[in-house]
């Protein structure tokens, strides 16, 4: 069983920046995928973000140059910087985490419970 709580969402102006975290716990960690996802009420969840178990990470063109994901493995937290935020970028993030060696693209199996992101005047 693994366990992931996001946080460090909230509001914020276009233009500013937010950093989400996501504490996971339950197992050794060192060999999993973890990605962040994104869904707006009414509408299908997307991916914004990936890092694998090497570091190696992907994103989205809708936040590339803009969003950065990092992990910290002795913390055994992952971290998404939003900078230059957007007000289509409100809507709930999700951390997620997949057993997966070399690369982060998969069907996760592991979902944290979202945290609200908000980008307004």
Not at 9 to 25: D, E, K, M, N, Y
Not at 38 to 63: L, M, P
Not at 80 to 89: I, V
């Amino acid at each position: 069983q693994v366990q992931l709580v996001e946080s460090g969402g909230g509001l914020v102006q276009p233009g500013g920046s937010l950093r989400l975290s996501c504490a996971a716990s339950g197992r050794n960690l060192d060999y999993y995928a973890f990605g962040w996802f994104r869904q707006v009420s009414g509408k299908e969840r997307e991916w914004v973000s990936c890092i694998n178990n090497a570091g190696s990470t992907h994103y989205a063109d809708f936040v590339k140059g803009r969003f950065t994901t990092s992990r910290d493995d002795a913390t055994d937290t992952v971290y998404l910087q939003m900078d230059s935020l957007k007000p289509e970028d409100t809507a709930v993030y999700y951390c997620a985490t997949v057993l997966l060696l070399n690369s982060c693209h998969a069907a996760y199996g592991y979902w944290g419970q979202g945290t609200q992101v908000t980008v307004s005047s």
